[in-house]
């Protein structure tokens, strides 16, 4: 029998705290890290250890118990594990408010563009108690445009251009884009002179260089970013630093949300169980190039397929990826949850249940306008 607990006084809940999913949340709430790409074993055909159907992460099989907690599946809520990414990696979800960010700070010192000035009197009224949210959004608009018309930062000196997408999770830096820099851009183009004396196509491709901002550079702007700075790019420099907005780890969710179907001694596996094995098989092929050493052409495609592969991990529809000819469409997680036949309005707000009526609310012409009909007896004959 459970002590009463007498001496704790009733306490009342004062705020919630939203912020983003770090990435020392995700390894705090996982029992372990995933590194197997292998689902079973070849002998006996049970899960692999450390892999994506590791039996502590729950299990769908009524004759075996979960090896976290020891309960069968009708007890067991299942346990979190995750994947340690080798190289960062864009998260799909946050994209278009990376791209706003790097609008508006030095690709250099990561400082935001505003002169001291400036600084001053937008942080005086993103600090102004009870800020309404539309007020908020319309400074974080003008922020934005003040900081996309500075060519040269005011703390560096260092030239900054137009930041936009280029195909898919790709973000480019176009540094010689205004007219302002045509001496600067001239001089840059003359350090190639000897490369171009010698190979002269190099000549006709230079007007079209531009800086490639990959997730592993973009990570280490976004950390050197400061606190006051935050504020000024409307993020919470506590619970919404902008370095949280890329993937370092995943999360591995329990098997009862993605469980296998076994048919005729096989088994058909969930479209998330199989995504996460290619993603722990390309991440360990990315690791295992960068300790031998790998052509750079031959690490970026991994590292571009493992970006791929984590964005329809979330969302399966995202544009720009090519269909698979004749294969069935992956169900992502958005896919999961959004939608008439989605968890939320399928499976919590649409629930199916035995004894229960629904009615709907019409008008009747044979009712005054302040009377209401109601049915008093639904089981009619």
């Known amino acids: 029998m459970k002590e009463i607990v007498a001496s704790v006084n009733p306490k009342k809940i004062k705020h919630i705290q939203f912020g983003l999913l770090s990435a020392q949340d995700v390894v705090k709430i996982s029992e372990f890290e995933v590194t197997h790409r292998d689902l079973y074993t070849a002998e006996d055909r049970l899960p692999v250890k450390n892999g994506p159907l590791d039996r502590r992460l729950g299990t769908v ?27 960062p990696v864009f998260h799909i979800g946050y994209f278009k408010h990376i791209i706003g960010i790097l609008q508006e700070i030095c690709k250099s010192c990561a400082r935001v563009l505003l002169d001291e000035s400036d600084r001053r009197i937008y942080l005086k009224r993103f600090r102004r108690p009870n800020l309404e949210n539309l007020a908020r959004m319309s400074l974080i608009k003008q922020v934005n445009g003040a900081c996309r018309k500075v060519i040269y930062c005011p703390y560096c000196g260092s030239t900054n251009g137009t930041v936009k997408k280029a195909g898919l999770l790709r973000i480019v830096h176009e540094k010689f884009r205004a007219k302002k820099t045509g001496e600067e851009k001239e001089a840059w183009r003359r350090t190639f002179s000897t490369a171009i004396e010698h190979q002269k196509e190099i000549s006709t491709f230079l007007g079209k260089a531009h800086d490639d ?33 890329l993937w370092q780890y995943i999360s591995v969710p ?57 964005a329809m991990y979330i969302n ?66």
């Open 61 to 87: 099989d009524k004759q075996a118990s979960c090896e976290t907690c020891g309960h069968q599946t009708a007890l067991c809520v299942g346990h979190y594990a995750y994947i340690k990414l080798v190289l």
């Open 213 to 245: 901002l990959n997730p592993l550079k973009v990570l280490d702007l976004f950390k050197r970013i400061s606190a006051e700075d935050c504020e000024l790019l409307g993020l919470n420099p506590v619970h919404g630093r902008p370095e949280q907005y």
């Open 254 to 310: 329990p098997v009862c949300i993605r469980p296998s179907v076994q048919q005729d001694g096989a088994s058909n596996e969930d479209d998330i169980t199989v995504k996460l094995s290619e993603i722990v098989y390309t991440n360990a092929i990315i690791k295992q190039g960068l300790s031998k050493g790998v052509p750079t052409s031959g690490l970026m495609e991994q590292w571009d397929f493992l970006q791929v592969s984590i």
């Open 316 to 381: 399966s529809e995202t544009p720009g990826i090519p269909p698979q000819m004749g294969m069935k469409p992956m169900r992502g997680f958005c896919q999961r949850l959004k939608g008439k036949q989605g968890r939320f309005r399928g499976n919590l707000s649409g629930k199916r249940v035995d004894f229960s009526g629904r009615t709907v609310i019409s008008p009747d012409p044979n009712l005054a306008i302040d009377e209401v009909r109601l049915i008093l007896d639904t089981n009619l004959p």
